[in-house]
């Protein structure tokens, strides 16, 4: 038996399918399905796991500081100033300028002469001029000054012959060569015991209104060097010889300076410093006695000093 299925059945099936499908399908409005449907965008968010790579942004902080740690590239530690302390330490070595300081023979032999004449004129040594120092051979060693009655070996010693004046009072101080031993011949015992004067007052030195220093060349006549005629200058040129001019026996060298004191009553003149004797002062008067006499130290700076600069000093030198 020949079975065909007409067209129209078999188009028939499968509506019949579609309409069960439909049916199973449900044409249900209700709104269950559509929460099933967010749960599916939940996975998504599960993706959220690719964050993750944010974590490793963490560590990068981590590695900036490891940077930071290169800034305390030890460049401090080659701190020069380690090598640099060592080096203060060098400058130690030129200690050798440390026998510097020690006073060379001639000075040496000038400063110890300087404070024996203080100590036996009973004066500070600021008072005690040096007026000259020159190089000696002495035939022992009591070095020319020599005690009756002391043994001393014969023996030649080289050394230094040191003028000094304080207080108006000339002492010889004799030293050796390398100014160890320093000796007093006495002369300011022998000194202090002789007559002295004051000259403002012999001399009647009142109402000077000018001061003169003339040199004496040999053979012509007197050549003026100095000239004060302001009174405070002339107060205290004054004041200077107004202490003790000691008198000792007249000497045969010939002074290089003459020094005159004007006043309305007249003109009093000095004879004063022969080479090699720079203290000695003289004159015609009659209180001399024939006699040289020793001008006070601070007399001898003023004039000195006014000589040399051509000037008389405001005040006498400290």
Known sequence: MNFRPSIRSIILIPTSLILIAIACGGGDDDPTPIPTQPPVALAPTATAIPPQPTATSAPTPTSTPAPTAPAPIAVPTPAPT??????????????????????????????????????????????ISV??????????????????????????????????????????????????????????????????????EVANLTGVNSIVVSALPP????????????????????????????????????????????????????LYACAGQGEVIRGVQPFWDGQDGIAPGAFQRLINEALASREFPAFPPQ
């Open 219 to 270: 053979g012509n006549d007197p050549i003026e060097f100095v000239r004060v005629d302001d009174a405070p200058r002339i107060g205290l040129t004054l004041d200077a010889l107004s202490g003790d001019t000691h008198l000792g026996e007249r000497s045969d060298c010939t002074p290089l300076f003459q020094i005159d004191f004007i006043s309305a009553a007249g003109t009093v003149s000095f």
């Open 82 to 127: 380690a090598t640099s302390a060592p080096q203060p330490t060098a400058t130690a070595t030129p200690r050798p300028p440390t026998p510097t300081p020690t006073p060379s023979s001639p000075s040496l032999a000038r400063a110890k002469a300087v404070v024996l004449a203080a100590e036996e004129l009973g004066v500070p040594t600021s008072e």
């Open 131 to 200: 007026l000259s120092q020159d190089p000696e051979t002495w035939p022992t060693t009591g070095l020319g000054c020599e005690i009756p009655g002391v043994m001393y070996a014969q023996v030649q010693v080289s050394g230094w012959k040191v003028i000094v004046n304080g207080g108006g009072i000339t002492l010889e101080v004799h030293t050796d060569g390398l100014g160890e031993n320093v000796i007093s011949c006495a002369e300011a015992a022998s000194q202090a015991s002789t007559p002295s004067l004051n000259l403002v």
